[in-house]
């Protein structure tokens, strides 16, 4: 039984590369393929996910989940009254016809839309939160341009 021992640290007892250097190779040999590419990346479209030919490649929307458990209908129309029992909410009733509402400004929560609890607490704070800018008489800049 004879000890074979390779004859440098790069190989190993058949005599092959260590793994190391295979693998150094292999990315040197990828950043080069890379670098000499033609090819360029495909092309993103915008937000309407259009495709080349022109037809949406979106997965069809899952229908609109409707709230029934009466508790939850219950507990969100308490938090929808106390939002609409605020100074600010009677100053943009006042302040702002419905006609005249853009997407900038308030629009209180759909309590009957299905929500997990966190999303919903996050719609009314989100809708308060922008309630308080009409909490003083004057009428806020909601990116209305004259």
Do not use: F
């Not at 080349?52 to 308490?78: C, F, S, V």
């Amino acid at each position: 039984m004879t000890d074979s021992k390779p004859e440098s640290l790069n190989e190993d007892v058949n005599g092959n590369e260590s793994s190391s250097e295979v693998r150094r190779a292999t990315k040197e040999k990828m950043k080069e393929d890379r670098d000499n590419s033609t090819s360029r990346k495909r092309v993103k479209y915008n937000s309407k996910s259009e495709s080349e030919d022109g037809k949406t490649n979106r997965p069809p929307r899952k229908p609109l989940e409707l709230e029934t458990d009466p508790e939850i209908l219950q507990r969100r129309q308490k938090q929808i009254d106390y939002g609409k029992n605020t100074v600010g909410y009677q100053n943009y009733m006042e302040q702002v016809p419905i006609n005249q509402r853009t997407k900038e400004h308030p629009k209180t929560p759909d309590k009957y839309t299905k929500y997990s609890r966190r999303s919903w607490d996050t719609l009314i704070k989100i809708w308060r939160k922008n309630l308080h800018e009409y909490d003083s008489s004057k009428v806020p800049d909601v990116g209305e341009s004259d």
